[in-house]
């Protein structure tokens, strides 16, 4: 028969299941919950309260558990009832002052699933084996967790962790391994949202609230989380993260180590750099009273401070015919006194002015410039590489020409690495087996010199011919969308550029060219290489039209029968098949920054 005070006690039940990998093989909460329930029935004890808890117990700091242990010190209850002593603990902290509870009789009892622990000197002591026990096989877990994450990052080159954000960790049943492969549902659209701030000047939020709002991205589903939009936090560790141009970082030891990994980057390194330098100028935060074309993507040519805008307006008073400024504080005309408000049909002028913001040097002479003449240099800036609509459509149409038979190239050259690629992985995985193996037990048969010189080259070669796959497989899809921005924008930039919004003007400026700067009222750059290879062909055009005495404006889509110099020239270096091939290589490498 059951002792009266154990079943007149009254007990806490605990229910804790970890979310970590260390306890997959652990009752769920609901599992425990039904089997003590069954004992809570069967011995009639009274229940003060149920707590539950998904948290590791691996460190202490459970506030659930605390809470608990803060109860029953208070007098709330004297036992405890769990499925097991390791749901109550897993580190040294909470398992004495489990222990001293017992000691000191603030828990009387303990009931788990397969016994009653009571306050006598040889539970306490089952008690402390018990839960060094939990704790041994904890550690036991963790370096076992920890040796196969080293071994992935030292030997496979890969993220021993969680997969990032547009990853996955996919199975091989080849190899029995987990290599990491892209997330098709989110790689490609975080990779847009990072093109868009490095590229069409989006500021880290835009990015995200397109990211979310107009691209819908939900976060992976796991078994406690997820399906959620990206938190901005989440996004800035991703643009901050290196894994994301391929490095992968990883601290052992208290020392940190790096390497580039196996796995597709999402940028360049050239474009994490810029991407950086674009987080810096978002460190502090501005308040923006009004929104201005072209804003910080300019400089001043004397001193090298930003260019910033001002707004100015004047009123032409109606009756003294005083043009005068207008300010914040200005009420009335300061020749004849008449109130503005008062004043009939007044006419206002609005003038926009770009100039140094002198924080470099506060007498920078460098003047203002007013927006119309700005702009009436952009234009012509436009103009020198305008390409006609016709010769647009004709120069993509040999793209795709050009496109199919770097395909079929493209083909056999990934075949020929992939075979490769399978060979090398096939003669490390051998070598591994028998570097690994029982016969090899003491290094007798394989010294580990021996092993990691013959590893080296292999594992070299085979992550050269991984850099090569890749590079090759984002080639093409690279080559089309590039060209295809380049003709357009070239094409269609004026046109856009007069009826654009103040984002869309910006971003062509932007696209022009580097180092913009203002230099005695005269808007300088350094153009992208496509605009300067346009510009010295339509030269080129220009004077063999006058040689051949062609009065019209060529255009290659109308005109068939074009000479050959024209279509040298038109066409760039041909291979011997001129009329199939557009071959310039740097219309195909060339970078566009914007995407209109």
């Known amino acids: 028969m059951l002792d009266t005070e154990y079943q007149k006690g009254k007990y806490f039940m605990y229910l ?135 071994v992935k990052f030292n030997d496979r080159y890969e993220w021993a962790g969680r997969p990032k954000p547009g990853y996955l960790n996919s199975f091989d049943p080849v190899t029995k391994l987990r290599p990491t492969v892209i997330d098709p549902d989110r790689f490609h659209i975080l990779k847009d949202s990072m093109k868009k701030i490095i590229y069409d000047n989006y500021t880290t939020l835009e990015a995200l609230h397109w990211l979310n709002d107009d691209m819908k991205y939900k976060t992976r589903m796991t078994t406690s989380d997820g399906g959620k ?29 790096e390497i580039m990994g196996r796995h597709l980057p999402m940028i360049t390194k050239e474009e994490y750099d810029a991407l950086q330098e674009r ?73 926009v002015y770009y100039g140094c913001s002198k924080r470099k040097n506060p007498k920078c002479p460098e003047k203002h410039i007013q927006i119309s003449n700005l702009e009436q240099q952009i234009e012509e800036m436009l103009a020198k590489y305008e390409i006609p609509e016709d010769f647009c459509k004709w120069a993509l149409r040999y793209l795709k020409v050009w496109t199919k038979d770097k395909t079929d190239n493209q083909k056999v050259i990934r075949e020929n690495l992939h075979k490769r690629h399978f060979e090398l992985q096939q ?65 269609y930039a004026r046109y856009w550029f007069a009826t654009g919004d103040l984002r869309t003007k910006t971003q062509i400026l932007a696209t022009l060219g580097n180092n913009l700067i203002i230099r005695d009222k005269k808007l300088l750059l350094e153009p992208s290489t496509p605009f300067v290879i346009l510009e010295r062909s ?32 038109m066409l760039g270096d041909l291979d011997s098949n001129q009329d199939t091939i557009l071959q310039r290589d740097v219309y195909y490498h060339c970078t566009i920054s914007q995407n209109i």
């Open 279 to 351: 987080l810096k100028r978002k460190d502090k935060p501005k308040i923006i009273k009004h929104e201005f074309a072209y804003r910080g993507i300019m400089r001043c040519g004397d001193c090298g401070a930003s260019i910033i805008a001002q707004e100015k307006y004047q009123i032409i008073c109606p009756v003294c015919k005083l043009k005068f400024h207008r300010g914040k504080k200005t009420v009335y005309c300061p020749k004849c006194k008449t109130n503005i408000s008062e004043m009939t049909n007044p006419k206002i002028l609005h003038y």
């Open 16 to 150: 804790r299941k970890s979310t970590e990998s260390e306890e997959k093989q652990v009752a769920s909460i609901g599992d425990q919950k039904s089997d003590l329930e069954e004992i809570i029935q069967r011995e009639k004890l009274q229940i003060v309260q149920i707590f539950e808890e998904s948290k590791s117990a691996h460190d202490p700091g459970r506030p659930i558990f605390n809470e608990m242990m803060d109860r029953i010190k208070n007098g709330e209850a004297n036992g405890i009832i769990a499925w097991h002593l390791n749901r109550l603990s897993r580190n040294p902290v909470d398992g004495g002052l489990i222990i001293y509870f017992l000691d000191k009789r603030l828990i009387k009892f303990i009931r788990v699933k397969d016994r009653v622990i009571l306050n006598t000197s040889t539970d306490k002591f089952m008690v402390s084996i018990e839960l060094g026990i939990s704790k041994k096989y904890s550690d036991d877990l963790s370096d076992v967790v920890k040796r196969a994450n080293r």
């Open 538 to 569: 339509k030269k080129d055009v220009a004077e063999i039209t006058k040689c051949y005495n062609l009065d019209k404006e060529i255009i290659p889509t109308i005109q068939t029968n074009l000479p050959d110099a024209l279509k040298y020239k």
């Open 229 to 257: 939009p990206l938190q901005k936090s989440a996004f800035y560790r991703i643009l901050k993260d290196t894994y994301y141009y391929g490095l992968i970082t990883r601290n052992e030891d208290g020392e940190k180590k």
């Open 427 to 491: 003669r490390l995985d051998n070598l591994v087996l028998a570097y690994t193996s029982p016969e090899n037990k003491n290094h007798d048969i394989m010294p580990k010199e021996q092993f990691e010189r013959i590893k080296l080259p292999l594992t070299d070669e085979r992550d050269t011919l991984l850099g090569q796959l890749e590079s090759s497989d984002r080639y093409q899809d690279e080559v089309i969308e590039l060209t295809e921005k380049t003709f357009n924008f070239s094409c």
